[in-house]
T-cell receptor, first 110, second 118 residues
Framework: SQQGEEDPQALSIQEGENATMNCSYK?????LQWYRQNSGRGLVHLIL?????REKHSGRLRVTLDTSKKSSSLLITASRAADTASYFC??????????FGSGTRLQVQP | SAVISQKPSRDICQRGTSLTIQCQVD?????MFWYRQQPGQSLTLIAT?????????ESGFVIDKFPISRPNLTFSTLTVSNMSPEDSSIYLC???????????????FGPGTRLTVL
């Protein structure tokens, strides 16, 4: 079964708006990673946040991690049509293999 | 980071046949993994490919159906055996822990192999 759930399952916004995706997981983790997947292609790594970190930034991306609530969020600011994709969180519980969340399909309308 | 290639990128196969997917990395890596992504779904781990020993399979996946080889630190294969339409998925390999690079927890994915079984 999936380690985590993501919400929303689908999100449609206008270009320039911010998009927030949430991820919840069930067990203790070493790190949590966010990925983007365009239309059934390979996964592009976006950002990794370790269990002792609370927030990380990379360009227009901001990731938060709350280990007490076993949850993470990915914020994409000033979204662009090219951000249209599926976004997945994935957790590493220490055995290096990742357990993926259910994913959020983001549609950015031009 | 690691650059990963997979062959084939896609294939259409007949029921009952087998397909071997290759995964090549441009760096020596400690860990290699195989995942499956069924249509419209998230990724599920099939197995960890261990160099020099048998792969470690997740619950629900068995060696007879998904034999895996890993002859060295840069290459692995996954075979999907005796295929049925339910095996139609994207199969992805991933790596982490590039050898000699400290603190490498990021896991990188190949472009995937899109398999359709008729």
């Amino acid at each position: 079964s999936q380690q985590g759930e993501e919400d929303p399952q689908a999100l449609s916004i206008q270009e320039g708006e911010n998009a927030t995706m949430n991820c919840s997981y069930k067990t203790s983790i070493n790190n949590l990673q966010w990925y983007r997947q365009n239309s059934g292609r390979g996964l592009v790594h976006l950002i990794l946040i370790r269990s002792n970190e609370r927030e990380k930034h990379s360009g227009r991306l901001r990731v938060t991690l709350d280990t007490s609530k076993k949850s993470s969020s990915l914020l994409i600011t000033a979204s662009r049509a090219a951000d249209t994709a599926s976004y997945f969180c994935a957790t590493d519980t220490g055995r290096r293999a990742l357990t993926f969340g259910s994913g959020t399909r983001l549609q950015v309308q031009p | 980071s690691a650059v990963i290639s997979q062959k084939p990128s896609r294939d259409i196969c007949q029921r009952g046949t087998s397909l071997t997917i290759q995964c090549q990395v441009d760096s020596q890596v400690t860990m290699m993994f195989w995942y499956r992504q069924q249509p419209g779904q998230s990724l599920t781990l099939i197995a960890t490919a261990n160099q020099g020993s048998e792969a470690t399979y997740e619950s629900g996946f068995v060696i007879d159906k998904f034999p895996i080889s890993r002859p060295n630190l840069t290459f692995s294969t996954l075979t999907v055996s005796n295929m049925s339409p339910e095996d139609s998925s994207i199969y992805l390999c991933s790596v982490d822990a590039v050898r000699g690079v400290a603190g490498t927890d990021t896991q990188y994915f190949g472009p995937g192999t899109r398999l359709t079984v008729l």
